[in-house]
């Protein structure tokens, strides 16, 4: 076993997991000698299987994981949408998981950038574009059957077409983070409230002694633009009513579970795992260390988080809405594009070097 120590490495993507860098390739695997292969490797102590629709595995690939005996939660699972599938990705991954014998893949990528026609492979669909398909993979980690998505030989020129493409939202996310963060400070001037976050996505901001009309008239005092007030039928004045901020992340094109209270107006009153200080998220600290103090977060505890709490992204999450007056206060040059850059101006790669140098000008203001 200490052979392979090696498989161990992994990379952390942008959404917080961790992907093993080294895996087993299943394509060209001989029919028959998949599943053995399979087995052997997780049992040697590999935790990352590669595999595709189009290699034609997918069964013997799950009934080697299923063999092994290791648990699914240890297994990292990558397969791939075929060429025949780009105007069909919802059918494709749910043929990829009844294949596999799972309830969801850890990464599921576009194969090609192709698409051709099911009934002649060698026929390329003329109104069909791979930004269609990126646009049906973004619909995925909500479902919770993809937790990540991505690509695979795309070239530069097609890498640059979606690089293009996603800027736009990464420009709207920071935005509309700024304008999170904008709202968290005019709510730290009532007091030190407690901030919980919930499910990686929304975060919770309790009124001890407050009904959800006197929420309501706080914010509106403060300027307070985002989120949404709840109260629970039992409510109980010592807890408080609550404020929920979603998490700006973007892309998203569906509203996922999280974004969809914000609808109802009802809140579901999931336990929180982790508690935040405000303080410290504003600050320019990293590392606020182990603290049994429910006001403070263990980054050890939240690995997803790395140095920065705001640096994770997961997928699936779509934006709310803007605070104009808090893009105003944290990015000026972004708040009134008349007369000055228009928003087009923060597009593509190039936009994202612009923006992010607004955010190193804006980086020692204390918003």
């Known amino acids: 076993m200490s052979a392979l120590e090696h498989t161990k490495k992994t990379f ?10 080294i895996g087993l390739g299943t394509w060209q695997s001989k029919p028959n000698e998949v599943r053995e292969a399979v087995e052997a490797a997780l049992l040697a102590g590999y935790r990352h299987i590669d595999t595709a629709l189009a290699y034609g595995n997918e069964h013997e690939v799950g009934q080697g994981i299923r063999d092994s005996g290791v648990p699914r939660e240890q297994i990292w699972i990558t397969t791939k949408l075929d060429n025949t599938w780009h105007h069909r990705v919802q059918d494709g991954i749910n043929s990829s998981l009844s294949s596999l014998g799972v309830d ?15 009934n002649d492979k060698k026929k390329h669909l003329p109104d069909w574009d791979f930004i269609k398909t990126w646009e049906e993979m973004q619909k995925l980690p909500a479902t919770g059957k993809v937790r990540n998505i991505g690509v695979s030989n795309f070239g530069i020129k097609n890498l640059e077409r979606l690089v293009e493409l996603l800027s736009v939202d990464f420009a709207r996310a920071l935005k509309d983070l700024a304008a999170v ?10 007091g030190d409230l407690p901030v919980s976050l919930e499910n990686k996505s929304t975060l919770r901001v309790r009124f001890p002694g407050c009904d959800a009309g006197q929420v309501e008239r706080l914010c509106d005092e403060v300027g307070v633009e985002r989120g949404q007030i709840f109260q629970d039928e039992d409510f109980d004045e010592r807890t408080g009513a609550e404020l929920a901020l979603l998490f700006p992340f973007a892309p998203s094109i569906s509203p996922s579970p999280e974004a969809e209270l914000f609808t109802i107006h009802e809140n579901p009153r999931v336990p929180a795992k982790h508690d935040l200080d405000w303080r410290l998220m504003m600050s320019g600290q990293t590392s606020p260390g182990m603290s049994n103090d429910t006001n403070q977060i263990s980054f050890e505890d939240v690995e997803m988080f790395g140095n920065n709490p705001w640096i994770s992204s997961p997928s699936g999450f779509s934006s709310v809405g803007v605070s104009e007056l808090g893009d105003r206060e944290f990015f000026a040059e972004l708040s009134h594009p008349p ?10 790669v190039q936009g994202i070097y612009k923006f992010l140098e607004q955010c190193d000008l804006a980086a020692g203001q204390r918003f």
């Not at 007369?339 to 593509?348: C, P």
Request: zero cysteines.
């Open 104 to 118: 969801y893949v850890d990464l599921y990528l576009v194969h090609w950038p192709s698409s051709t026609d099911p």
């Open 181 to 190: 963060l904008n709202d968290l400070n005019r709510l730290g001037t009532l």
């Open 339 to 348: 007369g000055g850059d228009s928003y087009s101006d923060y597009e593509g």
């Open 12 to 21: 952390t993507l942008n959404t917080g997991d961790k992907i093993p860098a």
